[in-house]
């Protein structure tokens, strides 16, 4: 009998990788790190990883003499096992172990206001692009990822899940017709970009029109002591896609509030010029300090398929 | 044994990965930025990805095991035909229903190219393999907001591409350029083999390409994450907001990061705030078809004159082609 030590690493490393999935979906982290719309597909994954762990599991006690072991190319895999573990290979092995140490280790955090810094909300519209239909501003970007997303391919296979982002027609027509029909724009979070996007896209319908929303603080270089933005990340596929969706809003308590700071919001709609471009502004007449949301981001309206 | 020889090029590409990391990341890493809050950022923002393209990347590696296993060379082989247009037509697009990452083809176009296979078809089907393929087209469309756009730009432009330069290189190259004259021999005993252990074979060679191909999408990842959280888009904007630069940029991100095509597109799209849609077409263009590691692999086997002359075609063909897609 011959054990194979690589094969000892490769089946450790496959069985982190199976907790790790099932750790995320037992928790519910995994909404935490992507949309969840890529729950099933992500669960499909974790059933993948439980196989090919059992499977690994038997490769470690083979005979050295690999019978029927077939390469019908010259494939460059490490899988010539060979025993010989060099000082390349366990470099290799670590990078794959890595995310799952820093997985295990770490708690998923919440983006914050320096990558939303990073992101440059108002820096992309302010850029001055001589096409503004190549670079399109985030405003336009948001609308645009949540009508992208009315069509989802999961949406006929699956049913709902309780916070999946799904929505009927009618619902979604209905909810629109609140927007521009209510008394307060009330931005709850299964409809924040959709609200988001329209206002955007035509601030000037919306001036007085009572505004009640929640966000976290961010502010940028250039900002009067009395502005901030308060925003929300959302996620149309991970993270590494979040855009911020956030409004400018005034108000003279305004520099008080840390950034990160979250907030829950009432005021009403007006439109300033930032940089020479016309945009919303919330001048808040109410607003109270919460715990950041169990959910912090949102995510684009999928509608069902009819 | 001709597996021992992808040692030493593996372990430069390795050392370079890792002299290029420093070189870019060390600085942010020692800077007054870097903090614990920050890292944990970049954690989340890595792992996220990682999360979202994994599940793509096990798929690609168990259709490429089915075809390890299952598919010969032979079968391919006989499609090709003698006629040097019909040829680069018919690799190209052998090349689109194969599906295979950049790193798992170099050695099959070398087994190909070895055996008889025309040099100019190898291209052609090197090139086409990783870059059209279900999954990438699948992740491509989903990773950019479930639109068709992207995915069809990225398969027609690509093909386009993959033809042109296929084509330049059957006119330059008369030789097959192969580095060792190799002496292959068949060893295609699967056939003769029962089912099940056929199986288990593919599942073994889906578990040894998990791991050789998770190397690189990590560190891509990685990589793509602390921009994120160390980097504005502002200071990406400073080498200038053309078209141009972008794209430069955007073809470098691409040839550094070495990403797999089955997971690239997610983080082509997280670039999508910030650069035009032709730049971003240029990253999912070019990546598939030659990277750092990919270079490196086909050192190995081809003649170094002909890499660099390969990579100079790619570059300037999908730079142009890209750029011919605005007049659309």
């Known amino acids: 009998m011959y054990v194979d030590f690589q094969h000892i690493i490769k089946t450790i490393i496959l069985g982190i990788f199976a907790s790790f999935f099932i750790m995320l979906h037992s928790s519910g982290d995994i909404l935490k790190y992507v949309n969840p719309k890529y729950e099933y597909i992500s669960k499909i994954a974790m059933v993948i990883f439980i196989c090919l762990f059992l499977i690994q599991i038997f490769r470690i006690l083979q005979k050295k003499k690999r019978a029927g072991h077939v390469c019908t190319s010259g494939c460059d895999h490490d899988h010539h096992g060979n025993g010989v573990l060099s000082l390349r290979k366990v470099f290799g092995y670590s990078i794959i172990a890595f995310p799952m140490v820093t997985g295990f280790t770490f708690e998923p955090a919440t983006l914050n206001a320096k990558i939303a810094g990073n992101k440059g909300l108002f820096a992309q519209i302010s850029k001055g692009n001589e096409d503004p239909s190549e670079k399109p501003s985030l405003t336009e970007n948001a609308e645009s990822l949540t009508e992208k997303e009315n069509i989802d391919i999961y949406s006929e296979e699956y049913n709902p899940i309780p916070n999946n982002n799904y929505m009927s027609e009618e619902e979604l027509d209905d909810k629109k017709k609140l927007l521009q029909a209510s008394e307060t724009i009330e931005m709850r979070e299964d409809i924040f970009g959709s609200y988001y996007g329209s206002i955007n896209k035509a601030p000037q319908d919306y001036i007085g029109r009572k505004i009640k929303m929640s966000g976290f603080v961010f502010k940028e270089e250039g900002f009067t002591s009395d502005q901030l933005v308060l925003s929300r990340f959302m996620i149309t596929h991970c993270l590494a896609d979040a855009s911020v969706l956030g409004f400018l809003t005034q108000f003279e308590e305004a520099s008080i509030f840390e950034e990160d700071t979250w907030l829950e919001m009432e005021g009403v709609l007006d439109v300033t010029t930032y940089d020479g471009y016309e945009m919303p502004i919330i001048k808040a007449t109410s607003w109270k300090v919460i715990d950041e949301p169990a959910e912090p981001y949102v995510f684009p309206v999928i509608t069902l398929l009819q | ?328």
């Not at chain 2, 050392?15 to 989340?44: K, V, W």
């Not at chain 2, 996220?48 to 032979?74: K, Y």
């Not at chain 2, 990773?143 to 330049?168: E, S």
């Not at chain 2, 190995?300 to 605005?326: G, M, Q, S, Y």
């Open chain 2, 1 to 328: 044994m001709q597996y021992t020889h992808m040692a030493a090029p593996k372990k430069t590409f390795m050392l370079l990965l890792f002299i290029i990391c420093c070189i870019f990341l060390g600085p942010l890493f020692m800077s007054d930025q870097f903090s614990m809050e920050a890292f944990q950022q970049l954690n989340t923002i890595f792992l996220s990805i990682i999360i979202e393209a994994i599940p793509f990347v096990l798929i690609g590696v168990l259709i490429a095991g089915f075809i390890q296993i299952f598919v010969t060379e032979e079968h391919i082989r006989k499609w090709i035909p003698k006629s040097k247009m019909k040829a680069v037509w018919v690799s190209c697009i052998a090349g689109s229903l194969f599906p295979a990452c950049e790193c798992g083809i170099v050695p099959i176009v070398r087994r190909l190219v070895g055996k008889g296979v025309p040099l100019y078809a190898g291209v052609g089907f090197l090139l086409t393999g990783p870059l059209i393929n279900p999954i990438v087209i699948l992740s491509t469309y989903m990773a950019f907001g479930n639109d068709m756009k992207m995915a069809l730009l990225r398969m027609g432009v690509g093909f386009l591409a993959a033809l042109t330069i296929a084509l330049l290189v059957s006119w330059l190259f008369q030789t097959n350029q192969l580095k060792h004259k190799e002496h292959f021999h068949t060893h295609d005993t699967a056939a003769k083999q029962p089912f099940f252990q056929r199986l288990k074979n593919m599942l073994h060679h889906s578990i040894d390409e998990f791991f050789d191909m998770s190397k690189y999408l990590i560190l891509g990842a990685f990589v793509a994450a602390a921009l994120q959280t160390f980097v504005s888009a502002q200071s990406l904007l400073l080498f200038g907001d053309s078209i141009f630069h972008s794209t430069i940029i955007m073809m470098a991100l691409a040839y550094f990061l070495s990403l797999c095509s089955e997971a690239d597109a997610f983080i082509g799209a997280s670039f999508r705030n910030l650069f035009p849609s032709t730049s971003i077409l240029a990253f999912l263009i070019y990546g598939p078809m030659i990277d750092l590691k990919n270079t490196i692999m086909l050192l190995n086997v081809f003649k170094a004159k002909f890499v660099f002359l390969l990579l100079f075609l790619i570059t300037v063909i999908v730079f142009i082609f890209v750029h011919l897609t605005t007049f659309i």
